[in-house]
């Protein structure tokens, strides 16, 4: 009965959408005064999530710890940005994936007597031709190729007080692309600190908060448990990051940001006092942020 109230079609990169109860798995639910998008999917024992509307890969990834490319993979997916409501995903490899595992066998190694010596028969020593050692010239360059030399090009010699030419940045190379810091604060929760996952800045309300690097906005919302308003970006590369507990989200899924671009203003959302939670996700793990940020002055 429930199924006949989902839409179908494709889920959007957006909010995620309240979990529906299901046999194999139970349901989380949410006050009916709060109209935002679920905490989480619906997981059942098997190791398995049912997409719900307005779910996203990069959100079940980054709730189950798992790397969003993985994710694509294991579940034959053409794009991680279109999944379907009511699609169910698996959150572990294929069993055909961990029994190639298996298929190595190992044999002991076979006795196979002793090993036949046979004499190595030396080369016979060369004497002809000889090679005759002549000293560099024009003459002697020529009666051995045939060919004149060239002489070397002149070089143009810059000229005192004049600056040579700067070289060019290479492709694909980005000046925006070294890390910044999210936000300005003082730094109460660090990396490891009672479970912790990233670290935490407090700083006034509504203060701004800075995209550590350029990327991709690839959720924006208020639907992961704990996290508050939360926005996700994805940057070139194996790195996701997330800045939660906000106030107000500026960015939209999809919009791609600068290194330093103002996504959000800090808040307390889910939070018992203003501040920034910051995480950096590398291949789905979380990882010290004090590792890739630059140093603070």
């Not at 719900?52 to 794009?79: C, V």
């Not at 929760?189 to 996952?197: A, E």
């Not at 790195?239 to 959000?264: C, D, F, P, R």
Request: aromatic share 6%.
């Amino acid at each position: 009965m429930l199924a006949g109230c989902e839409a179908p079609g494709f889920a959007p990169i957006g909010e995620l959408a309240k979990p529906k109860p299901a046999t194999t798995a139970k349901a989380v639910s949410k006050p009916a005064t709060n109209t935002g998008p679920s905490t989480t999917s619906t997981v059942a024992r098997t190791g398995e999530v049912v997409v719900q509307k307005g779910d996203t890969l990069f959100a079940i990834a980054f709730e189950n710890g798992l790397d969003y490319r993985d994710l694509a993979f294991w579940n034959n997916l053409a794009s991680p940005d279109v999944i379907q409501a009511g699609q169910v995903l698996r959150l572990t490899p294929p069993a055909v994936l961990s029994d190639k595992a298996k298929e190595v066998e190992t044999l002991p190694l076979r006795d196979a007597g002793q090993p036949l010596v046979k004499t190595i028969r030396e080369a016979p020593l060369l004497t002809e031709p000889k090679a005759q050692r002549l000293p560099y010239s024009e003459a002697n360059w020529a009666l051995l190729t045939g060919k004149t030399p060239e002489l070397p090009k002149a070089v143009d010699v810059p000229q005192a007080g004049v600056a040579p030419p700067t070289t060019s940045i290479a492709p694909g190379q980005d000046a925006e692309e070294e890390w910044r810091w999210p936000a300005e604060g003082s730094l109460i929760g660090q990396f490891g600190d009672g479970g912790g996952k990233g670290i935490d800045i407090v700083g006034e309300k509504q203060s701004p908060v800075f995209s550590s690097a350029p990327g991709k906005v690839v959720y924006s919302g208020s639907g992961l448990r704990g996290y508050g308003k939360m926005v996700i970006v994805k940057h070139p590369g194996e790195y996701l990051t997330a800045y939660a507990h906000n106030h107000a989200i500026l960015v939209k899924e999809g919009q791609w940001v600068k290194s330093g671009q103002k996504i959000a203003e800090m808040g307390d959302t889910e939070s018992d006092r203003v501040k920034l939670h910051f995480e950096i996700r590398q291949y789905g793990k979380p990882v010290d942020p004090l590792k890739i940020l630059p140093e603070r002055k």
